[in-house]
């Protein structure tokens, strides 16, 4: 274990650091870094919104009915409890596009907001562009389509703030500018300089825009969506889910919502599993195990990546103080299974020392589900109900199993040391950074 620690902080830390030192990583990083805020107000208001419980299980007696006044509570105010989710969480490709435009352009000396603003407005063109549709009053209503403004349009979001910041600097080495004398003060000098780019990257991507919609039939983030979504078109067996769950892990690790890319063709498919499964249980028989389950298993612990013993690390063992912090403000969200936090909070994002044990965590739990499920030791799922269900009772939900709870439980140090030499290597690179940045305030 020492010798494989070593090995992970020798050889992996320097291509962390210098992958690190990439102007265009270094921005996506401090970028999603930037976000962290908008994602911890979503995530409480997505589990104050989702009590883990259904009615039925409430209505059941026992334990569950403390959850009574909650659910009530929820299931009335589900609409209103959601509004802060969606102007967070909702809008974070938006936020996204600016910070990482804002940081980029500042690596290169150039103005970080006008750049920011620059991606925002691109973004909003080609992600949801503005239009006016005729009501039946007769009057007219500007309208948006806010589908990939969240989680889902995040790969555009990150597309548009690379480029847009790319052709505004090619545009100031090549002087094509506005120049206003000397004699003009700075503020206004700047605003004049900025209107030609922006003018251009408006101009580019408006056309992309009107081109993919009009030749292909679709927006450039459904495009996008599309050629993503192309590779994993055999999900219904085993290779296939193996496949699809290492894809969306991999997405996840370039900050791409997994999940919502293949959404659209894993859906049908896991519907109709459990549909089928229920129809079993209802005639008496035992449900069988769909390959489309194995995408449960990547999440099982902490969301996406079965990130839960990285945080529970980070609180423990942590010696850095940016690991300390991490672990105590991701540890509740992570209870509930609310990956995004941790990923764009460690960040495992880019960080390929962390990239590792967060695709194999998810790949092995999903492995070890199917086989358990296979050889009759945990019933297959056959309920599709779906909220922000903490660690245990969100597995349990779908089988109502009590064997499955011992499962959940032995994945735990499974994982936990999957993740350790792993969490050892980066919080001793931490460390260095946090020392070496002491020493060098002290000597200013």
Known sequence: MDKFMHFVEDKMSPIADKLGEQRHLSAMQKG????????FVGAVFMVIANPPVTADMVKSGGIWSIFSGWLNFATKY???ILVPYNMSMGLLAMAVAFVIADNLATSYSMKGITSGLTALVVFLLVAAPANYLALADGTTSLLMNCTYLGAQGLFTAIIVALLTVEITRFCEIHNITIRLPEICPPALTNSFRTIVPMVINVSIFYILSLLSSNYLGVSIPALIEKVLATPIAAVDSVPGSLFLCAFMLLLWCCGVHGQMVTMALTAPITTAAFTANAALVAKGQAPIFHPIFMTLGIGFLGGTGNTFGLCVLSCWKAKSQQLKAFGKATIVPSIFRISEPALFGAPIMFNPVLMIPFIANGLIVAILYW???SFGLVTAPYLLIS????IFLSIFVYC???????FVALMIPLTLAIWY?????YDHSLCKKEEATKLAEEEA
Request: proline fraction near 10%; include cysteine; hydrophobic fraction near 60%.
């Open 371 to 373: 086989l358990a499920c």
């Open 421 to 425: 030499p792993f969490f050892i290597a």
């Open 78 to 80: 589900k609409m209103t």
């Open 387 to 390: 909220g922000t269900y903490p």
């Open 32 to 39: 999603f870094m930037t976000v962290l805020p908008l994602i």
């Open 400 to 406: 109502l199993d009590w064997r499955v709870l011992v």
